[in-house]
């Protein structure tokens, strides 16, 4: 019978109820004094090795017990998230988005994200069937974020029905047109966890779907 099998018995397992072939922090010095008491008395274990194996052991044990804190802690910031997130249902949120929900009487607000100057900056309004609604001008325009508001109205001056309209930007940026990112206010509807990713997303209206994380600001 080996050394192990004096100590442990002919299957390897700890009080703990870890498997047979898991060791636990007492099964391990156990198998320790068991080496110490069986080793060839003309070859003894030397004691750098005999400290390195317990450095060792107290360094796994320790980064597991570490790793044990840390998901208490990722658990504990996550669900704080989630909570925090659900607060902002029924709020609208600034997302990067082409898509606008148009409510008849209310006004669309955005935001344009220039990284350099650019010129003759032109907002193109379309509705679900691909018209043009509405051209604004906005001009020339410096880097930065600029706010812009749509107020429902169409080149005709007429009040545009309410429903799911597309807005792009273009304008010229060192003598090329360019298309201009925008962002879009839109009304969270309801937040959702994915519990694989840990990862809180915004549900809107219009049925767009958007990590926490891209959120720029809300009202």
């Given at each position: 019978?080996?050394?192990?099998?004096?100590?442990?018995?002919?299957?390897?397992?700890?009080?703990?109820?870890?498997?047979?072939?898991?060791?636990?922090?007492?099964?391990?010095?156990?198998?320790?004094?068991?080496?110490?008491?069986?080793?060839?008395?003309?070859?003894?274990?030397?004691?750098?090795?005999?400290?390195?194996?317990?450095?060792?052991?107290?360094?796994?044990?320790?980064?597991?017990?570490?790793?044990?804190?840390?998901?208490?802690?990722?658990?504990?910031?996550?669900?704080?998230?989630?909570?925090?997130?659900?607060?902002?249902?029924?709020?609208?949120?600034?997302?990067?988005?082409?898509?606008?929900?148009?409510?008849?009487?209310?006004?669309?607000e955005g935001l344009l994200e220039?990284?350099?100057?650019?010129?003759?900056?032109?907002?193109?309004?379309?509705?679900?069937?691909?018209?043009?609604?509405?051209?604004?001008?906005?001009?020339?325009?410096?880097?930065?974020?600029?706010?812009?508001?749509?107020?429902?109205?169409?080149?005709n001056n007429e009040l545009s029905?309410?429903?799911?309209y597309a807005i792009s930007a273009?304008?010229?940026?060192?003598?090329?047109?360019?298309?201009?990112?925008?962002?879009?206010?839109?009304?969270?509807?309801?937040?959702?966890?994915?519990?694989?990713?840990?990862?809180?997303?915004?549900?809107?209206?219009?049925?767009?779907?958007?990590?926490?994380?891209?959120?720029?600001?809300?009202?």
């Amino acid at each position: 019978m080996n050394a192990i099998e004096q100590v442990f018995g002919p299957t390897v397992g700890s009080a703990s109820g870890k498997s047979n072939n898991e060791l636990g922090q007492e099964d391990f010095l156990k198998l320790l004094v068991a080496q110490l008491k069986n080793q060839d008395p003309s070859n003894p274990v030397e004691n750098g090795e005999f400290l390195g194996q317990i450095a060792q052991f107290s360094m796994v044990s320790g980064i597991d017990d570490l790793g044990t804190s840390f998901d208490g802690i990722a658990s504990s910031l996550y669900a704080s998230q989630a909570m925090q997130a659900a607060q902002l249902v029924g709020k609208q949120v600034l997302v990067e988005s082409d898509t606008a929900i148009h409510t008849e009487g209310e006004q669309v607000e955005g935001l344009l994200e220039i990284h350099n100057t650019a010129e003759n900056v032109t907002l193109h309004i379309k509705d679900s069937a691909g018209s043009v609604v509405q051209t604004i001008a906005l001009g020339n325009i410096a880097p930065g974020m600029h706010p812009f508001k749509w107020d429902g109205m169409d080149n005709n001056n007429e009040l545009s029905a309410s429903g799911e309209y597309a807005i792009s930007a273009e304008g010229l940026v060192g003598g090329e047109l360019q298309a201009l990112p925008l962002h879009l206010f839109s009304t969270v509807e309801s937040i959702s966890v994915d519990r694989s990713s840990t990862n809180v997303v915004a549900h809107l209206e219009g049925g767009a779907s958007v990590p926490l994380s891209y959120i720029r600001e809300f009202k």
